[in-house]
């Protein structure tokens, strides 16, 4: 389990402490969490990009694994834009949100920008990174707290 936490946090981010990690359970089952993960998401005004099966990946290789994915979501334009400006940024965009079970709960790891921060000194950066994260929290929280 420790291996699999391990390439879980390394698809989150190449240089994330675990400072810069936002971390919630959900007491819902793994299939409700998700769809909830996805819908909030679309309720926050983003877009689901992507939704990659990581579990598949660790069976190749041996691991007993059970459910885990990584949801990539984001403002197609702003992530577009930001890429574009950014180019370096490019393996933190689109934003993600790694989920997978744990016996009974469901849980949920995003990376911060708190890491970024210091290296990118433009306003206009700075407050992405503080949309996003905002974005990110609202979402976890969301999934956190429902019933």
């Known amino acids: 389990m420790k291996s699999v936490l391990a390439v879980l946090l390394c ?18 089952a793994f299939p409700e969490t998700m769809a909830l993960l996805q819908q909030t998401i679309t309720e926050h005004g983003l877009k689901v990009s992507h939704v ?22 984001g403002d197609i334009g702003e992530i577009r834009q930001t890429a574009a400006q950014y180019p370096e940024l490019l393996p933190y965009l689109p934003l ?19 890491h970024l921060r210091n290296n990118y000194r433009s306003p206009d950066l700075q407050l992405r990174f503080d949309r996003w994260e905002s974005s990110i929290q609202g979402i976890l929280e969301a999934v956190r707290t429902a019933e």
Do not use: N
């Not at 990581?54 to 979501?73: E, L």
């Open 11 to 28: 698809l989150l981010s190449l240089s994330a402490s675990a400072q810069d990690l936002y971390m919630v359970r959900s007491s819902l």
């Open 52 to 73: 990659h099966r990581v579990d598949i990946g660790f069976t190749t290789f041996g691991y007993q694994t059970d459910k885990y994915r990584v949801v990539f979501f």
């Open 96 to 114: 993600k949100i790694a989920i997978f079970a744990e016996g009974d709960e469901t849980i949920l790891l995003a990376s911060s920008f708190a």
